[in-house]
């Protein structure tokens, strides 16, 4: 192509012939501040505009939404008039009204919308005084110890203690009097907006998505206290390439040029179905939605990035009535093909059992009727099976310390690391339930939290893998401890362990190496 001034001249050839073509050509737009980064996939499903040349392009009254009479319904029969409130459908009609709608029959997206946004700052002021009641969040950044891209993890225990009591003297204090003087660091994390509820991306997700981001309620801790953006990804496959995200967020618009080389033709299939949007509880077209505009949805990688996760929270799926869901933090798919159970609550017993429910139900708050009203997606049990195979590929970040049986290597390790590893498994009774090479046990616990809190405790939870565990805070399942020396304060107060300040250091420098 050769430039002149405006002109733009093309010359194609083809076949031996020669095509000269022109077209007037200036100097691109800067594109104006404050807009929202380009969504290939957005954009590819938004109607462009066109020249109106045809008749029946032409818009006329009719055309018009209040002159359109489907908004505008008569009532089938007049003797309505003479039925109780004569007739008016007052009840809630479920595919007309938005979800919490206050007036149902009239409230209508726009007034969901200007409310919830004009509440939006107070919700977030009220989180914000909850969280700095109970955490210090100016973090600690270690600094030697990153994730696997270079993201320093936060240290220390953040948890506020109240005031003249320090961790010995709770340490010793029985679990009926934490529970009685309301002493227990680590209360249940709440959703900042209950009511509503729903899934919650971090902020600097949001800024390469801006379709993840929420009108009614914003993410609540600090980034400091998740996981690296993007996430390195491990595949098991070929454990030899390390990290092979090349620095990128996988999407539908790249999967294929990261991995066409690396993948099955089975697995690259289930990764498309992976990264393909489908509409979600707050994110669809409906006006039930809590995006601004109109959504395809969220797909499994949007929550699961890189295989991974930013620490995404929404309420737990499988329990009701709604004020007794609890805070669910996104888990990551890292070694999940050693894995026998899955969801915290719900221990299905297969990938693919898994991966259909979570798009059927979990996506919805576990509420199929939401699913039928907003777009559910009765996937192909052959695409499950791909979509399964291709999360089975998600491997952990290596191990170098570890021996073949997932036990430190003594030439390897610090003295610090092997005390540690000492307490693990003795007194700190950590491989009661984590046990190696996988650190788990394909099991569910309940650590009966309902003896330290006024809060009724969550009954059994699945247990997770530690393989990896610095790089995915914060922990537990609702994310109540933000860091892996506020985990270990936890566990020593829960299994009333008595440790003592060195044995704890010690345990959080053997977890940092798994």
């Known amino acids: 192509m050769e430039r002149h001034g405006k002109a733009a001249v093309t010359l194609l050839v083809a076949g031996g012939l020669t095509f000269v073509c022109s077209e007037s050509w200036t100097q691109p737009k800067k594109e104006p501040k404050n807009t929202a980064p380009y969504d290939a996939v957005m954009d590819a499903q938004t109607p462009k505009d066109v020249p109106v040349k045809r008749p029946e392009q032409k818009k006329t009254s009719h055309d018009q939404p209040e002159n359109f009479s489907a908004t505008k319904a008569e009532p089938s029969s007049t003797e309505f008039t003479k039925q109780p409130e004569e007739g008016k459908i007052s009840g809630f009609d479920f595919y007309r009204d938005p979800l919490n709608a206050k007036k149902p029959m009239t409230t209508t997206f726009e007034e969901v919308y200007k409310a919830d946004l004009a509440e939006k700052q107070k919700v977030a002021d009220q989180q914000r005084r909850y969280l700095e009641s109970h955490y210090n969040l100016t973090p600690n950044l270690s600094p030697d110890v990153t994730m696997t891209r270079g993201k320093p993890i936060a240290v220390g225990p953040t948890a506020r203690l109240p005031q003249g009591t320090t961790w010995e003297q709770l ?40 379709r993840l981001q929420r009108f009614d309620v914003d993410f609540d801790i600090p980034d400091a206290f998740l996981p690296e953006f993007p996430p390195a990804i491990f595949l098991q496959n070929r454990p030899e390439l390390g990290d092979v995200s090349q620095g990128e967020v996988v999407s539908i618009n790249n999967y294929y040029r990261l991995f066409k080389d690396l993948l099955t033709p089975v697995q690259l299939d289930g990764l498309r179905m992976l990264l393909t949007p489908f509409p979600q509880e707050e994110f669809n077209p409906t006006d039930d939605r809590k995006s601004p505009q109109p959504s395809l949805g969220v797909a499994c990688l949007d929550c699961h990035v890189n295989g991974h996760t930013t620490g995404q929270f929404h309420l737990s799926p499988d329990i009701r009535p709604q004020e007794r869901r609890f805070r669910l933090d996104t888990t990551s798919l890292r070694g999940l093909f050693n894995q026998q159970i899955h969801g915290s609550k719900r221990s299905l017993r297969s990938v693919e059992d898994f991966t259909e429910f979570e798009q059927r139900t979990a996506y919805f708050n576990g509420d199929e009727i939401h699913a039928a009203k907003k777009g559910m997606n009765i996937i192909s049990r052959v695409q499950v099976a791909h979509m399964a195979q291709m999360q089975n590929m998600f491997g952990v970040p290596p191990a170098p310390k570890l021996d073949t049986s997932g036990r430190l290597d003594p030439k390897k390790a610090t003295p610090a690391e092997l ?18 090479p996988f650190y788990m046990d394909q099991q569910m616990h309940d650590l009966k939290m309902e003896r330290f809190t006024r809060e009724p405790g969550d009954g059994p939870i699945k247990t997770f893998t530690l393989r990896g565990i610095k790089e995915s805070p914060p922990y537990m399942h609702d994310g109540r401890c933000l860091t892996l020396e506020d985990t270990v304060e936890f566990f020593n107060l829960v299994l009333e362990l008595k440790l003592t300040k060195e044995e704890k250091a010690n345990l959080v420098a053997f977890m940092r190496v798994l």
């Open 171 to 210: 340490a010793v204090t029985s679990p009926e009097a934490m529970r009685q003087n309301n002493l227990f660091p680590y209360p249940p994390l709440p959703h900042p907006k209950q009511v509503a509820g729903g899934q919650v991306f971090p902020q600097m997700q949001i800024d390469m998505f801006p």
């Open 419 to 436: 005390a540690g590893q000492k307490v693990f498994f003795e007194k700190g009774k950590c491989g009661n339930c984590h046990i190696p």
